[in-house]
């Protein structure tokens, strides 16, 4: 069956290369050989598509690891730094402790018979916190077994330091923590 196309149209002429030329008989002289013409074109698709994957393919990588980045850092909190806590006197009963964060220490108040008492409430053995046990009449680690006199004085266990000391008042209805 004969073909029907335009071979000399300039749509095709230029898939040859820009110097080709038809001769009176309808030859094609000169211009790119017919392979090397159609690898350029192949060519330049190939390096558009990687492009193209490769920019997608950052765009999902980013938008997977950013959560999971801002998941894995914790966002820096400004500590507010405060010279007293306050506290109710009726949350700490007699024969009580009561934990509160006084800035990057917790403070355990103890009230024994209507005298208030403050220290910190985290164990230097490794940082566990300490409850009242007002049956025994001292502070307690439930980690290690340290144990501590109301004062925050060592009594016994493995921790290598006492508990730091704070004051505590009371103050109407309620309770004045600070520093010792
Ligand atoms: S953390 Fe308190 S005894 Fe170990």
């Known amino acids: 069956m004969a073909q029907t196309g ?26 790119k050989p017919r392979e090397s013409g159609l690898k ?4 330049e698709r190939r390096s558009f598509l990687h492009k193209v994957v490769g920019g997608v393919g950052a765009i999902v990588a980013a938008s997977t690891l950013y959560p999971v980045v801002k998941y894995i850092i914790p966002p820096v909190k400004e500590l507010k730094v405060v010279k007293e806590v306050k506290g109710k006197l009726s949350d700490v009963a007699d ?14 108040v103890i009230n024994k018979g209507g005298a208030l008492t403050a220290v910190s409430a985290v164990c230097t053995h490794l940082g566990c916190s300490v409850h009242w046990d007002n ?12 144990k501590y ?32």
């Open 95 to 108: 024969g009580t402790g009561k934990i509160y964060q006084f800035n990057e220490d917790k403070v355990i």
């Open 6 to 31: 335009n071979f000399k149209s300039p749509a095709r002429m230029s898939t040859l290369g820009g110097s080709a030329e038809v001769s009176a008989s309808g030859a094609v002289t000169g211009g």
């Open 135 to 146: 049956a025994a009449s001292e502070l307690a680690c439930p980690c290690h077994g340290a």
């Open 149 to 180: 006199k109301l004062t925050g004085e060592i009594i016994s266990g493995p921790q290598p330091k006492p508990l730091k000391p704070y004051k505590a008042k009371i103050d109407g209805d309620s309770i004045v923590i600070t520093k010792a």
């Open 40 to 43: 350029g074109v192949d060519f």
